[in-house]
């Protein structure tokens, strides 16, 4: 196979992956333990932990780009009414309304800021000065 070829299917795997951790962390998001958003708090660091993964581990923007298009798809994908108006994700009730959101938001901004990181072992180190 040619290297084009794999790295499609890397890109095509990192969606794939994507979509599973947002479909995840879409139908988790709500829990709550009290008053604290556990289910928000670990789809978050599950989704994080994704991203960085796939950018670090194969050193390729893109990978990271599709893993956060999954997410994000996935997130819009499970948090429609289906067409007997049934929703996956139930509707959040009066102080609660704030986590899907906060949701809907972190896909894409954990996309972003993975995927446009500054890669910093392609940096030169600054000269010393000479020591006298």
């Not at 992956?17 to 958003?37: E, S």
């Not at 609660?96 to 392609?122: N, R």
Request: glycine letters at 12%.
């Amino acid at each position: 196979m040619t290297s084009t070829i794999l790295r499609v299917v890397g890109w095509v795997v990192a969606l794939l992956v994507g979509a599973f951790y947002g479909a995840a962390g879409t139908v988790g998001q709500a829990f709550l333990v009290g008053p604290v958003p556990v289910g928000l708090i670990l789809a978050t660091i599950g989704s994080a932990a994704l991203l960085i993964a796939l950018r670090t581990l194969t050193g390729d923007r893109v990978n990271a780009l599709a893993g956060g298009l999954g997410i994000t798809a996935a997130t819009y994908l499970f948090s429609q009414v289906g067409p007997g108006g049934s929703a996956i994700v139930a509707a959040p009730t009066a102080g609660t309304e704030w986590i899907p959101l906060v949701w809907t938001v972190v896909g894409p901004a954990l996309m972003v800021l993975v995927a446009l990181w500054p890669d910093f072992s392609k940096m030169q180190a600054p000269a010393r000065p000479a020591e006298s």
